[in-house]
């Protein structure tokens, strides 16, 4: 039996760049997950006959929605729902499942690497038939409807066992519980030399933050690699993520960088974040940027089977440093500065433009999927590592002594009082035409800028992007307000200073970029517009 249930409009239900992103409490309140939900099967045209994909990071409610939305897509006139054993889907692999299944799109239940728990976050993302996220036009017509949203419906029925692998059915639609790891690992093999990378003899760390890359990780890295039992560390995906943040950054995954830091270091450190679609690389004594991870990355390419036949080209977010720039240059393929948002690459991988993709808060990927990809990123690396006998520190020198290095940090300010950091935002665009010529110590503005994008493959704009600071020389610095927080706004700073290959290639990041900060709070006021004297996080 289908049930339609009266409702209201809620007024605060709009996707940020990874969906919508708010407290567990107010997703708990009636109808709140079902209104958004029932706006999305609403807007998605072809449901009847079609297949979905549900699956989460296994944060707490995940569960809950699980079995809500598994009642609505049945009502809503879905054929076939596939989900993840336990509600598990990393990210990335919802992006494979969808399209190795022909799904029309999928509901991936997660606020990525947010805390996790009843006090803290939840999220619903929707992506599209191609795996990826959806994009603008789609996310805005959701937005539209959850204004007018009037009635849900839903089956009536028990709750589907999530555990037990195998198909049942609800109210005529079948519902095929799969293992969540077997398809995705499967992926990976084809792209990476596995027996290169066993046979290397190398020693490493990966933290999965008791997040949802645990078991992905504990298949691959110990089972079909080979590495020690105990490689994976925090392996176990938990509702909380263990009480700690699942974000793979020098503050929340601490405990490796010490260890990397140290004399018992192992050849190779990683983390990944709540949904696995983040990553964090660390070599023995020697941190990686998410922005040189992607540089060096699409520099070496070529030495895992999956890319041997080169790169169409190399995309990154406007934000992430200009290194991968440099390596798209020196390769003669195209390089694009698109917005942040994934779902910004999904047209370049799909018209066949780009391989490679990046952003700067620690996303890296490639055409396999339609997401970011964390241990993706993690095998490659480890691929390059054993097909060069390199250290990962070998690599980072050897690439800037060729391309020079572009030091580079970001500084967020969480929880900032969103009317200051609007009100920041908006003295900041009212200066950008005074700009250009002035001075701060040593800097002098060349140009300045709110970046708007105009997507090659259709022409559609995305205006009002984050606001630009370029020095003469190559510094610059950004501002942006960032999409994927859930209470009050997170500013965020980027701060960028080329060295050419002849400069200094090993020096102190915060040293060399010193300036650039002094200018940035002398530019943006940010002491004054939000009473923050210093960041809450550095990466």
């Known amino acids: 039996m289908i049930r339609t249930v009266p409702t209201q409009p809620f007024s605060d239900q709009k996707p940020g760049t990874s969906g919508l992103r708010k407290k567990v409490k107010v997703f708990q309140q009636p109808n709140y997950a079902e209104n958004f939900i029932q706006s999305v099967f609403d807007v998605v045209e072809g449901k009847e006959g079609s297949t979905l994909v549900i699956g989460g990071d296994g944060r707490y409610l995940n569960r809950t929605v699980i079995q809500t939305a598994i009642r609505m897509a049945a009502a809503a006139g879905f054929a076939r729902v596939v989900v993840g054993q336990g509600g598990i889907l990393s990210t990335p692999a919802a992006s494979h499942l969808i399209r190795r299944r022909g799904a029309l799109g999928g509901l991936v239940l997660s606020a990525s690497h947010n805390p996790g728990g009843p006090d803290e976050d939840f999220g619903i993302k929707y992506n599209v038939a191609n795996g990826g996220p959806a994009p603008e036009k789609v996310t805005e017509a959701i937005h539209a409807r959850t204004l007018s949203i009037t009635e849900w419906h839903a089956a009536s029925g028990p709750d589907v066992d999530l555990d037990t692998l195998g198909e049942v059915t609800v109210e005529g639609m079948t519902v095929e519980i799969v293992d969540p790891v077997a398809d995705y690992a499967a992926l990976m093999e084809s792209l990476f030399d596995f027996d290169a990378i066993r046979a290397a003899g190398l020693t490493i760390a990966f933290d999965a933050m008791s997040a949802v890359t645990g078991p992905y990780a504990t298949e691959i890295l110990e089972r079909r690699l080979g590495f020690a039992p105990g490689t994976v560390r925090n392996g176990v995906p938990l509702e909380d993520f263990g009480g700690h943040h699942p974000d793979p950054n020098l503050v929340h995954a601490r405990d490796l960088y010490d260890l990397m830091m140290s004399a018992d270091a192992p050849d190779f450190g990683a983390a990944s974040d709540g949904d696995g679609d983040r990553n964090l690389i660390i070599g023995r004594g020697r941190f990686v940027t998410p922005s040189d991870s992607l540089a060096m990355l699409a520099a070496n390419a070529h030495l895992a089977p999956g890319y041997a036949a080169g790169l169409n ?21 195209p390089a694009f500065e698109t917005p942040t948002g994934w779902k910004f690459f999904g047209n370049l991988l799909d018209a ?74 908006a003295a900041l665009r009212a200066d950008l035409p005074v700009l250009p010529g002035r001075r701060y110590g040593p800097l002098t503005v060349a140009a300045a800028d709110d970046f708007a994008y105009r997507d090659p493959t259709d022409d559609s704009v995305s205006a009002n992007q984050g606001v630009r600071v370029l020095f003469d020389g190559g510094s610059r610095v950004v501002f942006r307000l960032s999409g994927t927080g859930t209470s009050g706004a997170t500013l965020r700073v980027y701060l960028e200073r080329y ?22 709070e002398e530019i943006a006021g940010i002491a004054r517009h939000t009473g923050r004297t210093r960041p809450d996080v550095v990466t």
């Open 352 to 425: 066949g433009m780009a391989t490679i993709c990046g952003e700067e808060s620690a996303g890296t990927g490639s055409d396999h999927v339609r997401e970011k990809d964390g241990l993706w990123a993690v095998l490659l690396w480890l691929n390059m590592l054993a097909a060069t006998g390199k250290s990962v520190d070998e690599i980072a020198r050897d690439h800037w002594a060729r391309f020079g290095r572009n030091y580079y940090a970001r500084h967020d300010y969480e929880g900032v009082d969103s009317a200051a950091a609007d009100a920041l935002m």
């Open 313 to 333: 080209g190399i995309a990154r977010s406007m934000p992430t440093s200009a290194a991968a720039d440099r390596v798209a240059a020196a390769l003669g393929i």
């Open 499 to 520: 060295e050419p290959a002849d400069g200094y290639l090993d020096t102190d990041t915060g040293t060399m970029l010193a300036d650039i900060v002094a200018a940035a």
